[in-house]
């Protein structure tokens, strides 16, 4: 599928996994690129990959944990070029018993899952609204569906993220943009490598980070006309 116009996407947690799938199921549509992650050294070589296919790729290191300044820095990104597509990936995951989460920890997860996305939205919207177009897409989870046993932190930020995605829909939609909301199953990416997530699951029966990007790619790649707005995708195994 090839985009029949020049479009411009914006990627967070661009690096790896679903965010690096999705910046090169995009190049190969021919959408041109901005990259978000904290790392310059890694978004150089995702940018290295997507940019064989002719597209334009820029590269912008941004820990969105700093939440305060996650807005304006989105915003300049926008007034480089405008923001057709926004997809807020990154995020991570948490395992603990809600009874023995740590405060710090748990805003650390809300923080990076939720809030981090609603700065985003904020720093691209404007220039949507402008030009009465526009497509966010939030990566959700099914543990934004449904809990799970001592992932409370990690349930509570993308059971907000849905609501966040809802909500936004309802009060854009008039305005020509499309919010879409992707809740995947177990993918297997670095997610489940990081020190603040401890289970043990069959990786190898997990989602591929490209199949999960060729979901977002299609909803992207709708007719202004027509959006997904809730898409539940899972391994053919269900849950793990």
Request: aromatic share 6%.
């Amino acid at each position: 599928m090839i985009s029949p116009t020049e479009r411009y996407a914006l990627v967070t947690g661009a690096s790896s996994g679903i965010g690096r799938a999705t910046a090169l199921a995009f190049a190969q549509a021919g959408i041109h690129l901005a990259l978000v992650s904290r790392t310059q050294s890694k978004l150089e070589a995702v940018a290295a990959d997507a940019a064989q296919y002719g597209v334009t790729v820029r590269c912008y290191p941004i820990d969105l944990l700093q939440v305060e300044h996650v807005q304006e820095k989105i915003a300049a990104i926008a007034a480089v070029e405008p923001i057709d597509i926004l997809v807020n990936n990154a995020g991570m995951g948490y395992t603990a018993s809600l009874a023995n989460t740590p405060l710090a920890d748990w805003q650390r997860v809300l923080t990076l899952n939720l809030t981090s996305v609603f700065q985003c939205i904020q720093g691209v919207l404007p220039s949507m609204r402008e030009r009465q177009q526009g497509t966010i897409i939030n990566v959700s989870s099914i543990a934004g569906q449904q809990v799970f046993p001592d992932w409370g932190a990690y349930c509570v930020s993308k059971f907000g993220l849905v609501a966040l995605s809802k909500t936004l829909a309802a009060e854009e939609r008039h305005r020509g943009i499309r919010v879409v909301t992707i809740s995947p199953g177990s993918v297997n990416t670095p997610i489940w490598d990081t020190d603040t997530v401890h289970a043990d699951f069959d990786r190898a029966s997990m989602l591929t980070p490209e199949t999960v990007a060729q979901s977002i790619l299609y909803t992207a790649l709708l007719p202004q006309d027509a959006v997904i707005e809730d898409l539940t995708l899972m391994s053919s195994v269900g849950a793990l």
